[in-house]
């Protein structure tokens, strides 16, 4: 089997995409598979290239990747690190992954992943020129995401989602990440929907000692996207409220950054705000941590079928969980028992953060997220999964 994967992310990036996707090429190598990936020199999200060009990758050229994938990368552009320009990079990226991904062997099934909208045009286009079947890796709820957000206004609104939906019937295959979202997809009428969801490596997270029982403040946590799709005004405004029985530390970068920041500045909250980090320095911050955040905003429907990647990570390392979170995040959360749900109000979210610091018996969770994981979440029998889907999908014409 060889395998053409698509993606506006990859290692040595630290990104979702980039996750998802190198844990599952080592179990496809594992299996014998060769695997092509195409994607743009490795940059920051603010539209920078911050490693050397011989760790980056150079345009139209090929790598081995730390299982043996062959990488080929694409130029991407400068941008500011706004709406609007990442959207001309991910562009520009995408017109150059068509040649890209031509020069490569022809594989026996072509992945895009997506939510970058202008790789799935790309990925669909190579499809149809090498005449081979396309599997369309839908991590989050596109185009519902797009309405929600209103990232397309006026006319031009329908014909991107009608785009998007006649490449989602075409695909031979559409994977994504919640069950929910495979039934509004199945609800529209397609037939070609499979669910394979992120995962983690238990073997690479140890169960973290629980917190002590006595402590002057809360330790919270938000490691992450920085973006609209968080709303993480919410918790700003909940820590003003609360005051000095507590930290907010959030760590990450995003389109609201600076935005945030400001925020924070003006209502004197407890906050502190740090640049996105990995390894070693995630675990200092996961150590020091009551209590971590993962959220999205509830005036977007399109978030009752989306799970927060990082919610798997945490449920691992079995810290208390503060969920703002709606549909298949929060059952996941409640079955899992290793936290607390509250709505996207920095009222509700203050008061459940006092009585943490009042009684921090509360912040122990008893290890059954770890558990939930093991059963519902472990990478390896995920990738597995996708192995046989994608094997079958090589097999023949599908639908």
Known sequence: MRILLLTHSYAPEHSPPQRRWTQFI???????????????????????????????????????GEYGERIRRVPFLWHRNTRLGRLGNHLFSAACTVPAALMAKRPDVVV??????????????????????LVVDMRDAWPDIARDARLVQGSAKGVVERIIMAIQ??????????????????DRGLKNVATVSNGVDLHTLDKLPPRPMESDRLEVLYLGNHGESQRLDVPIRAAAL???????????NGVQRADLMHLAQELKAPVEFHQPVHG??????????????????????????????????????GR????????????????????????????????????L???????????AGRAWVENNADVEALAQSYIDLLAEIAGGPHR
């Open 320 to 355: 208390h969980i503060t969920g703002i979170v709606l549909g298949e995040a929060r059952k996941i959360l409640e079955d899992a028992e290793s936290g607390h749900v509250v709505t996207s109000s920095p009222e509700e979210l203050a008061e459940m953060w006092k009585s």
């Open 169 to 186: 019937d075409r695909a031979e295959l559409v994977v994504t990440v919640t069950h929910g979202f495979a039934r509004t997809l199945r």
């Open 357 to 367: 610091q009042a009684d921090r018996s509360l912040l122990q969770v008893n290890g």
């Open 112 to 133: 895009v992943t997506v939510p970058s909208l202008p790789i799935l045009g790309a990925g669909y286009v190579v499809s149809r020129i090498l005449k081979r079947p």
């Open 26 to 64: 080592r179990s496809f190598r594992a299996a014998g598979w060769d695997i092509d990936v195409v994607a743009p020199v490795a940059h920051a999200p603010h539209g920078r290239r911050t490693l050397p060009r011989s760790v980056a990758g150079r345009p139209f050229l090929c790598s081995l």
């Open 242 to 252: 609360v005051g000095k029985q507590m930290r907010l530390t959030m760590v990450g």
């Open 280 to 317: 070693p320095e995630v675990m200092g911050f996961y150590d020091r941590t009551d209590s971590c955040i993962v959220s999205l905003r509830d005036d977007w429907k399109s978030f009752e079928t989306t799970i927060p990647s990082k919610t798997y990570e945490v449920l691992s390392l």
